[in-house]
């Protein structure tokens, strides 16, 4: 049945999107805070409390089906369809800020922080 959108109610908002893969070099197995920068501004600004190789390469820089899904990861759907998007045009980078002295607490809580004090285009979800 060519045109069926039917497997669309099984999708998450960002899950039919188009989506891009990207990896980073540097700090895989730190953990922290990280943003995406745009024209060097900050687009969006996130925690990891793992490694930022399994966030950053794993989670937004390779979806995978799973992802698209209801109940899926739609954040790491929109953010990387953002990121396909915007890096027609522009280089899109990824900054870190390695906390590996500090606990996933005081992570969660200097991203609470920074989201409660600045505002961010790509972040949705500030809570």
Known sequence: MAGNKD??????KYGDSKFCNYKIDS???????????V???IMYIGRCRKNFNLRINCDYGNITAY????GGQATNCHINSIINEVSKE?????GIFSMID??????VDT?????????????????
Do not use: A, M
């Open 111 to 127: 991203e609470k922080l920074i989201l409660k004090t600045y505002s961010f285009p790509w972040n949705i979800q500030t809570s």
């Open 67 to 70: 992802n698209s899904l209801i």
């Open 7 to 12: 497997y669309r109610s099984y999708l998450n």
């Open 102 to 107: 500090k606990s996933n607490e005081e992570i």
């Open 90 to 94: 522009k280089t899109v980078s990824v």
């Open 39 to 41: 024209d060097e501004q």
């Open 27 to 37: 700090h895989l197995k730190d953990k922290g805070i990280y943003c995406y920068i």
